[in-house]
T-cell receptor, first 116, second 111 residues
């Protein structure tokens, strides 16, 4: 978890409200990722960023948006939270890029989100 | 859809025994990685093996990769109670450092 923080760590919100989760890194890594973890599904990629203002969709991006205005911060927004978005959300960072084959990821501690 | 599929889903062994976990995948990869997750925590990177490598060691961990069978195994030797965790394989297939994770294996090591 060193060098990566997530806030908040726990949140309960109501259906239909917008929610923003923050990931902050002090490692100056280029790549940042948002995953959700659900029982029976493992980790699934929501969105990722390969540089400031450069983002792309992952496997389960519907209902989520992201922004990265600074290297160190990657925000995940649930535009109108639904109960199906109740999950544990993990941020991850990675230093290397395509072609190097050495891109291990480092994970934050997670945010537990409950949508009632 | 999941690229990596781990097997078994759950494994329970006695302290001191070896634990073997398997991962199969479907498409060509650049590398395969194994991660550990302790309860309530984020994932921790254990070991990475590139597609042109067949075996790699790190402490009590041994990873093999068979690209012809599209499979990998993680061996933990002389297991300890502290090895109790979930283990995930993840495959890297191309650009932007994206990884695709399996659903994980729950390992319980009994003292």
């Amino acid at each position: 978890d060193a060098g990566i923080t997530q806030s908040p760590r726990h949140k309960v919100t109501e259906t239909g409200t917008p929610v923003t989760l923050r990931c902050h890194q002090t490692e100056n890594h280029r790549y940042m990722y948002w995953y959700r973890q659900d029982p029976g599904h493992g980790l699934r990629l929501i969105h990722y960023s390969y540089g400031v203002k450069d983002t792309d969709k992952g496997e389960v991006s519907d209902g989520y948006s992201v922004s990265r205005s600074k290297t160190e911060d990657f925000l995940l927004t649930l535009e109108s939270a639904t109960s199906s978005q109740t999950s544990v959300y993990f941020c991850a960072i990675s230093e290397s890029g395509a072609g190097t084959g050495t891109y291990e990821q480092y994970f934050g501690p997670g945010t537990r989100l409950t949508v009632t | 859809s999941q690229q990596g599929e781990e097997d078994p889903q759950a494994l329970s062994i006695q302290e001191g025994e070896n634990a073997t976990m398997n991962c199969s995948y479907k498409t060509s990869i650049n590398n395969l990685q194994w991660y550990r997750q302790n309860s309530g925590r984020g994932l921790v990177h254990l070991i990475l093996i590139r597609s042109n490598e067949r075996e790699k060691h790190s402490g009590r961990l041994r990873v093999t990769l068979d690209t012809s069978k599209k499979s990998s195994s993680l061996l933990i030797t002389a297991s300890r109670a502290a090895d109790t965790a979930s283990y995930f394989c993840a495959t890297g297939t191309g650009a932007n450092s994206k990884l695709t994770f399996g659903k994980g294996i729950t390992l319980s090591v009994r003292p």
